[in-house]
């Protein structure tokens, strides 16, 4: 890891309608649009979809990198981050995450372990680390 402080740029570019474009450095163009919830067709990515899929995708990068290091071994995993999304004093934002992870290891480990490693991954996910609402983990870890 290269040392800290980061810096993040993504841009969000279109015209006073139809959908918006966020781009980076590098990376594929996404079309953004508003959910279905907000009037949109949903049939692209929305802000709330990205954020959500923010926190899946670093729960379970955090999750690969801590079982690499206590030498887990595991064969799949599931997350899905729900969010709650309602007005609060006249302030709309997300009031709760619930996120659900599906873990599957071989016979060869614990399930103790398992679950202590993906509770330390909910810990160590700096999107969920950067957020203020409510969140909860839900474990589910299979042996196979």
Request: aromatic fraction near 6%.
């Amino acid at each position: 890891m290269k040392t800290l402080p980061h810096q993040y740029s993504v841009t969000a570019e279109g015209d006073s309608s139809g959908a918006l474009t966020a781009y980076c450095d590098n990376l594929p163009d996404i079309a953004v649009a508003p959910p279905s919830q907000f009037g949109g067709d949903g049939d692209k990515w929305s802000p709330e979809d990205l954020f959500m899929a923010a926190i899946a995708n670093c729960f379970v990068l955090s999750f690969r990198a801590i079982a690499r290091a206590s030498k887990l071994e595991w064969q799949d995993i599931k997350c899905e981050s729900q969010g709650t999304l309602d007005r609060v004093q006249g302030k709309t934002y997300f009031t709760q995450v619930r996120t659900k992870v599906q873990l599957l290891i071989p016979k060869s480990e614990s399930i103790e372990k398992a679950e202590r490693l993906l509770n330390k991954a909910d810990e160590a996910c700096l999107i969920s680390n950067s957020i203020s609402c409510e969140m909860s983990l839900e474990c589910d870890v299979v042996v196979q």
